[in-house]
């Protein structure tokens, strides 16, 4: 099969870890993989050499890095499809619906969300194989969840005629119903979650938007016209996952695709829908309540990751990650802690921390946005501290990396190096910089870092000056093409 995995969504309900720039994907459980690993390591053995990751252009460098770590991809030609903005799952599988034509016109393909928790990864390859068999009779494909309670944050499949191979015919749609109804379909034992997994064929999915969503198809067409034009690029030169090529969808023509999800073009409209039972454990991880409950509990029902002391607490959810914390004589709360934000929650209300990002959005809060540490192609850095007039960061530089050519208008820095080498250019001087050395540049100096070295570069860069927020810098040169 080829792998089609969609790699989006801020995740704001799980605020103050997942962020605009480090969305749900990319969150780990303890210190195991990131939710995007595990997906790509269970679609791996199904993959017949190609695979495809659809995810906005601002989170390519961070994807490349998670492909790298993937042992399983080693034979897996993985292409990145980069969204401009974001348009829903619709456009995201036409678009790779044409990709995956250009790979193979009768491949069947296997479509996954990238932030999924499933643990039996045998079984789910089990159904995976079950469903590829129908799909290749020219039914569209869902994986059906077996309910555990009535959630009514999913939604729900109705299941008819049972077809053969695990399969029945989806009968209705039901969109996240409200209590009642949700107990009433769980009773029924006829209905079953909506995972937002599909498998179909290329024809079979091209051929139901041609007939159910031709607006999606007809915009789609011109979105990979425009990227077979000369949108596929290699990653930069010494990036990890270097087996990963990018194809850079066209801004103007993406934003002209109709925003809708899959679930409303395709699935609701088709009458060749079929569900395959899935009979493995699963969740969404849509909230801090679904984390807890993937997570060994003490006697009292308490769960924790990371430094945790509790006394006389019940059925509470405890997660930090750079200092302990401890509760004392609370019960059914959510507590996660990150070096900049705390969240305190009811588990009752986990579904409302949503609003929290909301407001911090309309204040225009960068922690809306981002963490301390800050994910960037060449490294990170991470504000350790700062004031009126100065900030202080550690910056790390992956081997062979460099940051842009840049000036500032408004701080200088100075740089101490800490472990590794770096290659500093300040002005028309370059030199080289190890441990224990440091270096000065100057307002209005165009400077460049670089770790020519085949260790990280660790290094503290203190800033001074009237204005120090990130949007100080004119780029000159960047290899990673950042304005």
């Known amino acids: 099969m080829i792998p089609v995995v969609l790699s989006g969504g801020a995740g704001t309900r799980l605020w103050p870890v997942s962020r605009e720039a480090f969305p749900k ?16 390591s269970r679609a791996a053995p199904l993959a017949d050499g190609h695979a495809c990751i659809v995810t906005n252009e601002a989170y390519a460098f961070k994807t490349r890095d998670e492909i790298a770590a ?18 829903n799952t619709a456009p995201a599988v036409a678009v790779a619906a044409l990709w995956a034509r250009s790979i193979d016109p009768e491949g069947v393909m296997l479509v996954l969300p990238a932030d999924h ?27 059906g969840i077996h309910p555990t309670g009535p959630e009514t944050g999913f939604g729900y499949l109705e299941l008819g005629e049972a077809l053969g191979n695990g399969g029945y015919r989806v009968a209705r749609f039901t969109e996240k119903p409200d209590a009642e109804k949700a107990a009433e379909f769980v009773a029924s034992g006829r209905f079953a979650w909506n995972s937002g997994m599909f498998c179909f064929s290329v024809t079979t ?26 949108a596929v690029n ?26 809708i999800s899959i679930d ?19 969740s969404d991880i849509g909230s801090w309540r679904a984390i807890a409950e993937q997570l060994p509990s003490d006697e009292r029902g308490n769960t924790a990751i990371g430094e945790v002391m509790t006394v006389g607490t019940r059925n509470t959810h405890i997660q930090t990650e750079d200092r302990l914390v401890a509760a004392v004589g609370v019960d059914n709360l ?8 705390l969240l305190v929650a009811d588990k009752s209300a986990c579904q409302d921390v949503r609003e929290i990002v909301g407001r911090l959005k309309a204040a225009s809060h960068e922690a809306a946005l981002i963490h301390r540490t800050v994910a960037r192609p060449w490294g990170t850095y991470t504000v350790l501290h700062e004031g009126p007039r100065f900030k202080i960061k550690r910056i790390e530089v ?14 200088s820095e100075h740089w101490v190096v800490v472990s590794g080498t770096a290659l500093v250019t300040c002005g028309e001087k370059r030199s080289l910089l190890s441990a224990n050395e440091s270096t000065y540049i100057p307002i209005g100096t165009r400077h460049r870092l670089e770790n020519p070295g085949k260790v990280d570069l660790v290094m503290i860069e203190v800033q001074c000056g009237e204005y120090l927020g990130e949007d100080d810098i004119v780029r000159f040169d960047d290899r990673y093409g950042r304005a």
């Open 25 to 40: 994907p990319f969150m780990r459980l303890g210190n195991g993989p990131s939710l995007l690993q595990r997906t790509l």
């Open 205 to 230: 999915i091209l051929e139901a938007f041609r007939e159910h969503a031709p607006d999606v198809l007809e915009a789609a067409e011109k979105v990979w016209a425009a990227a077979a034009d000369g």
């Open 234 to 259: 290699d990653p930069p030169h010494g990036a990890p996952g270097a087996s990963a090529s990018e194809i850079r969808l066209d801004a103007e023509a993406f934003a002209a695709m109709p925003d």
């Open 117 to 143: 928790l499933i643990p039996d990864e045998a079984a789910f390859q089990t159904a995976a194989r079950a469903a590829e068999a129908i799909a290749r009779q020219g039914e569209i494909v869902l994986f």
């Open 398 to 411: 992956k081997p062979g990396q460099q940051l842009s050519m840049q000036m500032h208008h408004h701080r």
């Open 264 to 282: 409303y073009a395709i699935m609701e409209r088709a009458d060749h829908v079929v569900a395959v039972r899935a009979g493995f454990g699963w």
């Open 334 to 341: 959510l507590i996660v802690d990150t070096p900049d934000a």
């Open 70 to 87: 993937v042992k399983g991809l080693a034979s897996v030609r993985t292409t990145q499809l980069l969204e401009p903005t974001g348009r």
